[in-house]
C-alpha cells in the first residue's frame, strides 16, 4: 500500500480588522487553500480569528499587541477591500522588518514611538508560496513590493493600492505543485537498469544507476504520474519514491478546497 509522506502543515493565522461576512471568509480559505495546493497536501494552512478589539486598529499595535502575547510570527490581516480585491495584509514578524529598517532611513521610513512594521498587500492566492519563499530567503519582500510600484523610501503607513501578485494561475499552471513523496510496496513499483530510462536524470555526476517507478495500476489508483525516478530501498522491503502528482486524475479533482 502506498503512503503519502506528509509533513504537517503550518498554521498562518489571519485577523480581522473589520465585520466580515460567513461568504467572505469562505471565499479567502478558498482562494488561499489553491495556493496551498490543498487538494493534494496543503503547504501551508489558514487559520482566521475573528478578534473584535482588532477592529479599526492600526497594524503596528496589532503587530506589538500580538508580539506581547508571544505571537511573533508573520500574519495575515483582513479589511474591507479583502472582498473586493481577494487580497490581504501580510505583516512580517517584528525581527525581519527591524532588519530592513536597519538599512536606514533612504530606504525605510520609520515614526518615532512605533515599533517598525513591513507590510505587503497581497493576493490571498498567492500568500502560501510567497510566505514560503520569504521564509526561506528565496524572496524580499521590499523588493516584492516594487512589482507593485513602491517607492523608496517605504513607507509603512502608506496605500498600496495594487495588490503584490505572482502572476500565476494555480490552478491550471502544473507546474508549482509540489512533488510526493511516498513509501511504496515492492510489489508496487517496477525497477529498471536501462539508461534509456534514467539518462535523463542528472545528479551532479551522471545518471543514477538505478530508477524506479510505480506500476501503472497503482499510480491511477493514487493520483500520481507514471515516471522514472531516482528511489532507495529501505531494509523492510518498501521503497522511498520522490513522484509527481496527476492534477487530472479524479482522486484530486473531487477534493474540493478546504473549508472551515
Known sequence: MVVFRTHKAEILPAYTTCPLSL???DTVHKSFAIGAFARFHPTVDLFIHDRPDFHNKPHHKIRDTLDAEGQTGPFLLLEELTEE??????ITSTEAAEA???NGEESFKQYEGETPLLRMWIKVADVPLEHVNLDIGNSNILEAMESTGLEYPYDPHAE???AFTLGADFETDHSYIPPAFIIAGDDEVEVSYDLKDREHISLGRGPPDMVVRLKEEVAVREGLKV???PSSRNEDGTWNLQTVYDPESEKWRRHMPLQR
Open 227 to 229: 515516471q522514472w525516478h
Open 23 to 25: 461568504d467572505v471568509l
Open 85 to 90: 480585491q481577494d487580497a490581504v495584509w501580510y
Open 160 to 162: 498600496q493600492l495594487e
Open 100 to 102: 530592513e529598517a536597519e
